[in-house]
């Protein structure tokens, strides 16, 4: 089964906050784990991505856990600003970002200025 | 500018009628996905092309098709419309398979309308 489960469907933080954002996957066979982030009328772009042999990758205020043997990975975005607001797509894929993408269900997050 | 291009960026069509959808991918990159993001499907992978040939299937219709031609550029084709078809189709493009570096790049999709 190649599903990737995202919580929560959406997410209101307030400016300089945390917000955090949890996938759990079920195939084991899942070897990249990217997140994209979808503004408004525009296509998902590329934020971060894993691999499972590192727990946590970290690029500026954006951070990915990863948890293998839990199945999960997680995105925080640390000090949330207003033009974070957007949807944001967990994804998976097995070898690496060559093949199709198996994307979770989306994460509407809104910070209040 | 991401460095997909598609066209066009909006379309409205009556139902039973046939589309075609176009995706120019970035520079470079051999690999083209099209993807559908509907509010209740989300993202959904349609199908993907290599160099002209036909990598991975997914969810795809069969009055949904689609190509790629020599010059890589890849054209959706969607017939026999039914209005459940409208929703945001999405083109991607990557470097090559298997390798990590540079992920996907996505164009800003086509948004069907099917009345």
Avoid at chain 1, 10 to 20: P, R
Wanted: proline share 4%; aromatic share 12%.
């Amino acid at each position: 089964q190649q599903q990737v489960k995202q919580s929560p469907q959406s997410l209101i933080v307030q400016k300089g906050g945390i917000s955090i954002i949890n996938c759990a996957y079920e195939n084991t066979a899942f070897d990249y784990f990217p997140w994209y982030q979808q503004f408004p009328g525009k296509g998902p772009a590329l934020l971060i991505a894993i691999r499972p042999d590192v727990s946590e990758k970290k690029e500026g205020r954006f951070t990915i856990s990863f948890n293998k043997s839990a199945k999960q990975f997680s995105l925080h975005i640390m000090d949330s600003q207003p033009g974070d607001s957007a949807t944001y797509f967990c994804a998976a894929s097995f070898g690496a970002a060559g093949n199709k993408l198996t994307f979770g269900g989306g994460t509407r997050v809104l910070v209040k200025p | 500018d991401s460095g997909v291009t598609q066209t066009p960026k909006h379309l409205i069509t009556a139902t039973g009628q046939r589309v075609t959808l176009r995706c120019s991918p970035r520079s470079g990159d051999l690999s083209v996905y099209w993807y559908q993001q509907s509010l209740d499907q989300g993202l959904q992978f349609l199908i993907q092309y290599y160099n002209g040939e036909e990598r991975a299937k997914g969810n795809i219709l069969e009055r949904f098709s689609a190509q790629q031609f020599p010059d890589l550029h890849s054209e959706l084709n969607l017939s026999s419309l039914e209005l459940g078809d409208s929703a945001l189709y999405f083109c991607a493009s990557s470097a090559r398979q298997g390798l990590e570096v540079y992920g996907y790049t996505f164009g800003s999709g086509t948004r069907l309308t099917v009345v």
